[in-house]
């Protein structure tokens, strides 16, 4: 059991992104317990000064504080991107890296397209035991270490959209610099970028979570079957009580085409961040 009573949180955006990331924020206050201290990180790409004071506002009014991470983009200058996945998804790998000079052990890496809908203080105490890290299976791609032709015990591949990280045992193992060097390596193979590489070196090193913490958009819309029958009891559990979901997939709760079940909550706590939707909804489509 990992004893803490300050829940470090880090999240990567860009000055585009930083509405979806104020949502996730919020949600993640309202959420949490009056006495739980959260202290967010953000891995800065470019925000403002006007948007990061709006934010620094709304962190203020609950019981948290927000620091900004300054990058040097240099070193990612070589990794493999696409439309979908931007440079901005490989700083997830240098996290622990990022927090060197600060006195943090655990992290929770989130992704920006998400909503907390339970307190994430049930996740962050969990044990890791000898893990580096907690996860959420990825739904749509059961096979893919097999596909990478990964040597691994088991293949069960995980979303890095959610990461509860051992930040000391991952800075002590040089993880961010062996998934670099991965990545640089087989950038060809790459089908999923940054989640490839830290499935390649963190296979069989990372312990399962539940579903719900981590309710991509296959499972919520019900597109993929879970290859075993606890995982489809799970799927189903996490449909009926998701307590973290990711607006995982193209079509994002902002587009109009969304027909996301919980498109309307992520619109609700929207409207209540200093970023609320002005004029009609964009579109996704390309």
Not at 34 to 42: A, L, P, Q, R, W
Not at 168 to 197: P, T
Not at 214 to 236: D, R
């Amino acid at each position: 059991m990992f004893e803490s009573s300050e829940i470090t949180i880090v999240s990567a955006a860009n000055e585009d992104f930083v509405p979806h990331l104020a949502t996730l924020f919020l949600s993640l206050l309202q959420t949490k317990k009056e006495e739980t201290i959260i202290s967010f990180y953000v891995i800065d790409d470019h925000i403002s000064l006007p948007t990061k004071e709006k934010l620094n506002r709304m962190v203020n009014e609950y019981n948290a504080s927000i620091s900004y991470l300054q990058i040097d983009k240099v070193e990612f200058e070589d990794m493999v991107e696409s439309d979908r996945i931007p440079t901005t998804a490989y700083f997830r790998i240098a996290i622990p890296n990022f927090l060197k000079s600060t006195d943090v052990k655990r992290a929770i890496y989130l992704d920006c397209d998400m909503l907390a809908l339970e307190d994430i203080e049930d996740i962050w105490s969990i044990d890791l035991g000898d893990k580096l890290l907690a996860a959420v299976e990825d739904a749509g791609f059961h096979q893919r270490l097999d596909a990478m032709e990964i040597d691994a015990e088991s293949n069960t591949y995980f979303n890095s959209g959610m990461m509860v990280i051992d930040v000391e045992k991952w800075r002590a193992e040089k993880i961010s610099e062996q998934v670099f060097k991965f990545a640089l390596n087989n950038q060809d193979e790459l089908r999923f970028h940054d989640q490839d590489a830290l499935n390649a070196i963190l296979h069989d090193r990372w312990l399962v979570l539940h579903p719900k913490w981590n309710a991509q958009a296959y499972i919520l819309l019900n597109e993929k079957e879970h290859p075993t029958k606890i995982g489809e009891i799970e799927y189903a559990e996490a449909r009926k009580e998701p307590a973290l979901v990711h607006f995982s997939g193209h079509i994002k709760p902002w587009h109009k085409e969304s027909d996301h079940p919980y498109r309307d909550a992520y619109l609700s706590i929207r409207e209540q961040t200093p970023f609320p939707i002005e004029g009609e909804l964009e579109s996704g489509e390309k």
